[in-house]
């Protein structure tokens, strides 16, 4: 089988990652996440969302977080903006990319960002145009494009339809996601080849949540198509404020580890990775929801007893 050699991960963690956590995370706190992620090799990051702090509180200290983050040689900081406001806080705040974000069902578009698709693609036809008169980079990314938490279902021919009308606004990258990690790897093959056929396979990416445990397999789905870009958040964090029960991102431990192991270059340090994920997961109190990140830190814990006990 022909895998990509090299394969681009976007870092979400500190967006899609926190933005769910009920207690408000210190602005120091993302900031110092981002630097950790920075250290182990991370350039493609979404930084935050300049979206309504009544809709997703966690996300208010936007402009903060921008501000206070350091941006390695290679860096494209990424930004979500649904509306102009967004766009002007995107581009207030120096962000390389701006990420508008739709959905293939009626049902999550209104519960998402409050309006249907066909407007919320009128809402980000002057994002697009300003994020591109800008020089920035444009990114797209499709909700529930494989199972909606209300609709149910979602068909084929709805995902293509907005795959068509974010190419039609200029992206240069469509996501296309599973929000609430319903998907199985057959689905998402069928759906990623068929998405190949509107647009460019270098211009598609998978977004996979983990709910179900299908995230590594529905990334191994997009390989075998020919997909080379992925999302992933550290630690397994997150989940999104209107996919009730919908958990984390694949961990990007976990992602690397079998990226690495099958040959596939990412840039990335697998062992950084794990240090930014066990501290990540400390500063919020809960366990870590890497199991490479896991079982690499209980292999380092033996490996330093056995030392020990030989010195
Ligand atoms: P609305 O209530 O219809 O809009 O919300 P509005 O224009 O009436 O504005 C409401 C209030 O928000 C007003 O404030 C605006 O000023 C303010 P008020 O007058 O009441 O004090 N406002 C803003 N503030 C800051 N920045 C802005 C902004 N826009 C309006 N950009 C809206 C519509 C789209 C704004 C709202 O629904 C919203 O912000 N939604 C964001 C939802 C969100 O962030 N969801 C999570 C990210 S998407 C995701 O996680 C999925 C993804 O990971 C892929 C996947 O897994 O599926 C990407
Ligand atoms: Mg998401």
């Not at 996440?33 to 250290?39: E, G, P, Q, S, V």
């Not at 270059?265 to 990140?293: C, H, K, M, Y």
Request: negative net charge.
């Amino acid at each position: 089988m022909k895998f990509p050699k090299r394969v681009y991960l976007t870092e979400v963690g500190p967006r899609d990652g926190l933005q769910n956590e009920k207690q408000p995370v210190p602005a120091a706190t993302k900031i110092e996440l981002i630097r950790r992620l920075t250290d182990a090799g991370v350039r493609q990051f979404e930084a935050t969302s300049f979206v309504s702090p009544k809709w997703v509180p966690q996300m208010a200290d936007a402009v903060e977080v921008m501000a206070g983050i350091q941006r390695p040689a290679g860096s494209r900081v990424s930004v979500l903006a649904p509306n102009v406001r967004g766009l002007e806080g995107a581009l207030a705040s120096g962000a390389d990319e701006v990420v508008i974000f739709g959905a293939a069902s009626e049902a999550f578009s209104h519960r998402n960002i409050n309006c249907s698709i066909a407007e919320s693609i009128e809402r980000f036809r002057p994002v697009a145009e300003g994020a591109l008169a800008n020089g920035l980079r444009l990114r797209a990314a499709i909700s529930v494009a494989f199972g909606c938490p209300y609709q149910g279902e979602v068909p084929l021919e709805s995902v293509l339809d907005v795959v068509r009308r974010m190419r039609d606004l200029g992206c240069h990258e469509i996501g296309i996601a599973d929000t609430i990690g319903v998907g199985t790897p057959e689905h998402v093959y069928r759906t990623f080849e068929a998405a190949a056929k509107e647009v460019p396979l270098a211009n598609l990416s998978g977004h996979f949540h983990d709910t179900y445990g299908q995230a590594l397999g529905n990334t191994l789905a997009c390989l075998e198509v020919g997909v080379d870009k992925f999302d992933s958040s550290i630690s397994g964090l997150g989940g999104c404020p209107y996919a009730k029960g919908a958990t984390g991102n694949v961990a990007t431990e976990d992602l690397v580890y079998m990226l690495h192991g099958m040959g596939i270059e990412t840039g990335l340090d697998l062992d950084g990775l794990v240090d930014a994920g066990q501290w990540i997961s400390d500063q919020l109190g809960r366990p870590n929801g890497s199991r490479a990140g896991r079982a690499l830190l209980s292999r380092r814990a033996s490996a330093a007893q056995a030392a020990e006990a030989a010195a």
